[in-house]
Nanobody
Framework: QVQLVESGGGLVQPGGSLRLSCEASGFTFSRYAMSWYRQAPGKERELVAVVASTGAMTNYADSVKGRFTISRDNAKNTVYLQMNSLKPEDTAVYFC???????????WGQGTQVTVSS
């Protein structure tokens, strides 16, 4: 079965750091672009970062550019989101997404909670 499992969320103080992980199984991970999305209460789910299947290209939301870094390890079927200089407005549930655009295939993880508060 297809599965994406996020981990690494938790409570952190403003200015702190967290590293999220998303472990994939049940599909050919290296063929898929991987993304991180987040959704705060009462807000739309938004794209945070995306990395191409090879890891060569990345893109970020303006709100996190310079603070967050997305990366992937195809040998481990895992995508990461390193989050530095965290702000209270980063508080959200963070979701991992796999996409094979050419075939219209999308898979989502269950999400992991990130709370930035003093």
């Amino acid at each position: 079965q297809v599965q994406l499992v996020e981990s690494g969320g938790g409570l952190v103080q403003p200015g702190g750091s967290l590293r999220l992980s998303c472990e994939a199984s049940g599909f050919t991970f290296s063929r898929y672009a991987m993304s991180w999305y987040r959704q705060a209460p009462g807000k739309e789910r938004e794209l945070v970062a995306v990395v191409a299947s090879t890891g060569a290209m990345t893109n970020y939301a303006d709100s996190v550019k310079g603070r967050f870094t997305i990366s992937r390890d195809n040998a481990k079927n895992t995508v990461y989101l390193q989050m530095n200089s965290l702000k209270p407005e980063d508080t959200a549930v963070y979701f991992c997404k796999a996409e094979w655009k050419l075939l219209g295939l999308n898979y989502w993880g269950q999400g992991t909670q990130v709370t930035v508060s003093s």
